[in-house]
Nanobody, 123 residues
Framework: VQLQASGGGPVQAGGSLKLSCAAS????????MAWFRQAPGKEREFVAY????????YYADSVKGRFTISRDNAKATTFLQMNTLEPEDAAIYYC?????????????????WGQGTLVTVSS
């Protein structure tokens, strides 16, 4: 059972990227998912959350209105569309499966993590 994140890369400020997180081994169609990110020298921080069927989403204030989380349970894949990227968005982005009932924004609520995909934003 694993998550494979992809879609990162270099982009200029103002540009867009779409990240994908594909699950293998099981679909997690009954689980909530989230994206976190970690910049060099900083703690891992919450970015976006989506519930099991996509009917509820939640975003960090820093990305609200620019990023959109979605999922395709038939393909066992979760997405993060990132628009109007800023240099401050540069980080390794991780997808995660929610495995406990804690806060949706806390890393400890998520028990399975992908390996991360690097996003670099040049000004």
């Amino acid at each position: 059972v694993q998550l494979q994140a992809s879609g990162g890369g270099p982009v200029q400020a103002g540009g867009s990227l779409k990240l994908s997180c594909a699950a293998s081994g099981r679909t997690f169609s009954d689980s909530s998912m989230a994206w976190f990110r970690q910049a060099p020298g900083k703690e891992r921080e919450f970015v976006a959350y989506i519930n099991w069927d996509g009917s509820a989403t939640y975003y960090a204030d820093s990305v609200k209105g620019r990023f959109t989380i979605s999922r395709d349970n038939a393909k066992a894949t979760t997405f993060l569309q990132m628009n109007t990227l800023e240099p401050e968005d540069a980080a390794i982005y991780y997808c995660a499966v929610r495995t406990s009932t804690g806060s949706m924004t806390h890393v400890t609520t998520y028990g399975l993590w992908g390996q991360g995909t690097l996003v670099t934003v040049s000004s």
